[in-house]
């Protein structure tokens, strides 16, 4: 969800808008920037979803190429220039003028991107803002490009796995709705002209079929009803807790949905420690990663980090850990690379996604093809049995 809000810091009043799930998610998100906020508001769905459309900024080939200006030696105002003068797209465009604009009126550079919070978020903005002190903005976004890239092939990998078993259930859902809505209907109508008596699994699946044919309207009606349910239910976080604590009850599943949100929130607060963010604000700043279950939990973290206890410590005691991560986050404390470290972590947990992954679809495949074959098939000869037994009766 899409927040505005008015907030005074060191800079005077600003304007920003942030994503955030809830009200307080955005009021934390503006607080760990240092800011005050004085006003907040959400905005309303359908213009966020037209905003949405219209936001085409690549932050990842931006940092990109302006790693790339900055190494050859380019200022920054001039590096951005040439980036502004060089893009097609209006809104991006737009971005990076305003980014010119913002720098000579003498804002530091993570300032400005501050003010455009919409596009930078602010894992970004801090990465960029503890690299002016040392001047190394340029190593900042690399480290930046490197993680998007890192997060993006993990969700990429789990995109593509799911691509061909969603075309089958959309091909074979089709095909079971094409046979019970039109098929099964006429060769109802058949048998009953020529009055003879239906095994009862034929006279089942018949009379679904009727049934179907009859309130196919009020059918894809209650479907699109429970489509937009969910898609707003999912907005609200008391929803996503029942569905936190139903996941739960999977342990398979919540086992490799909890790994997935280890690996993206290790991931992030390592990035973070890497480039000099304390980590109390750190850890606030990578929150909305975890569930809303998990939140919950490293909140409780933080307060013990922040009575003087050890990262891994907070952690086990909040599980918000497994063995193998406990290990490599002690190593990392004794041995002062705790975000370094952290990144391992979230390698290891990316390396047992990806074989989970690949073993999941090579037994869920076949299984979901041989599952929609065989209702189809039962379909179909449940429809040819009255025809064989009418044949051999005449017979």
């Known amino acids: 969800m899409r927040f505005h809000l008015k907030a005074v810091g060191k800079a005077g009043v600003v304007s920003m808008t942030v994503e955030a799930p809830g009200h307080s998610e955005a009021r934390r998100i503006a607080e ?90 602010p894992l970004y ?23 998007r890239q890192r997060m993006d092939e993990v969700r990429q990998k789990i ?6 078993p969603m075309l089958l259930l959309v091909v074979g859902g089709g095909v079971v709705l ?5 098929v099964v209907p006429r060769f109802s109508l058949v048998f009953e002209g020529l009055g003879s008596s239906l ?32 898609a707003f239910l999912q907005r609200q976080p008391s929803f996503r807790r029942g569905l936190d604590r139903l996941i739960e009850k999977l342990p398979a599943v919540h086992q490799r949905i909890f790994m997935y949100e280890l690996a993206r929130f290790y991931r992030s607060l390592g990035i973070l420690l890497q480039g000099g963010i304390p980590l109390v604000t750190a850890m606030g700043m990578v929150r909305n990663l975890l569930t809303v279950a998990s939140r919950a939990r490293l909140d409780q973290a933080c307060e013990r980090v922040r009575e003087g206890q050890s990262l891994s410590t907070a952690l086990e005691l909040n599980h918000l ?28 947990y990316d390396e047992e996604i990806s074989r989970w992954i690949e073993w999941f679809v090579r037994l869920f495949e076949p299984l979901l093809m041989t599952f929609i074959g065989l209702l189809i098939g039962v379909i179909v000869i449940l429809m040819y049995i009255p025809i064989f037994e009418l044949a051999s009766s005449i017979h």
């Open 125 to 147: 903005v801090a990465l960029v803002q503890s690299s002016e002190k040392t001047g190394a903005v340029g190593d900042a976004l690399g480290r930046y490009v490197s993680y």
């Open 32 to 121: 760990d920037q240092g800011l005050r906020v004085v006003s907040l508001h959400a905005e309303r769905h359908w213009r966020a979803l037209r905003l949405k459309q219209r936001e085409t900024f690549n932050l990842v080939l931006f940092s990109q190429e302006l790693t790339t200006l900055l190494n050859a030696g380019l200022p920054l105002i001039d590096a951005l220039e040439s980036l502004a003068e060089k893009e097609n797209a209006p809104q991006a465009r737009k971005t990076l003028s305003e980014l010119v604009r913002l720098l000579y009126e003498g804002k530091s550079f993570s300032q400005a991107l501050g003010q455009l919070s919409a596009v930078f978020p």
């Open 199 to 230: 095994p009862w699994l034929s006279q089942i699946l018949m009379s679904s079929g009727m049934f179907l044919h009859a309130h196919q309207g009020e059918f894809f009606g209650a479907f699109a009803t429970v489509v937009v349910a969910l």
């Open 178 to 182: 094409f046979l019970m809505g039109y």
């Open 321 to 348: 850990v497994t063995p193998v991560s406990l290990r490599l986050l002690r190593a990392g404390e004794q041995s002062g690379n705790l975000g370094q470290m952290m990144e391992r972590s979230a390698d290891f």
């Open 159 to 164: 995109v593509s796995a799911s691509i061909y």
